[in-house]
Nanobody, 119 residues
Framework: QVQLVESGGGLVQPGGSLRLSCAAS????????MGWYRQAPGKERELVAR??????SYADSVDDRFSVSRDNASHTVYLQMNSLKPEDTAVYYC??????????????WGQGTQVTVSS
C-alpha cells in the first residue's frame, strides 16, 4: 500500500518562503497526475496546483508565487511557496493518481502538513 507523506510545513513570517515535500513510500512506476490542495480552518479544501507529466496549473491566488517540481529518483514532489501571505495559512495536502508495482491508485491523499503565516 503506497502512502504519501507531506513534510516541510511550519511557521513563517509574511513574505517568507517554505518548500513542502510529498514523498511516496514505495517506488512509483508512473504518476498520472499530482496535486497540492489546502484547507484553512472553517473552509473547504481547495486546489492549489495540479499537473500531469506535461504541465501544471495553479490557482489564481498562488500563481507567480508557488511552483511545483518533481524528483523522480526519490519519488518526491515539491511545492515551493514564496511571498507567503497570512491567507496562505492552511493544512496542505498532496494528492496523486499513480501506479506502483501492479497497483493503480486514484485520488491518493497524504496526511497533510500545517503551514502558518504570521508575524
Amino acid at each position: 500500500q503506497v502512502q504519501l507523506v507531506e513534510s516541510g510545513g511550519g511557521l513563517v513570517q509574511p513574505g517568507g518562503s517554505l518548500r513542502l515535500s510529498c514523498a511516496a513510500s514505495e517506488p512509483i512506476f508512473r504518476i498520472y497526475a499530482m496535486g497540492w490542495y489546502r484547507q484553512a480552518p472553517g473552509k473547504e479544501r481547495e486546489l492549489v496546483a495540479r499537473g500531469t507529466s506535461g504541465s501544471t496549473s495553479y490557482a489564481d491566488s498562488v500563481d507567480d508565487r508557488f511552483s511545483v517540481s518533481r524528483d523522480n529518483a526519490s519519488h518526491t514532489v515539491y511545492l515551493q511557496m514564496n511571498s507567503l501571505k497570512p491567507e496562505d495559512t492552511a493544512v496542505y495536502y498532496c494528492n496523486a493518481d499513480l501506479v506502483s508495482g501492479s497497483d493503480h491508485y486514484v485520488g491518493l491523499w497524504g496526511q497533510g502538513t500545517q503551514v502558518t503565516v504570521s508575524s
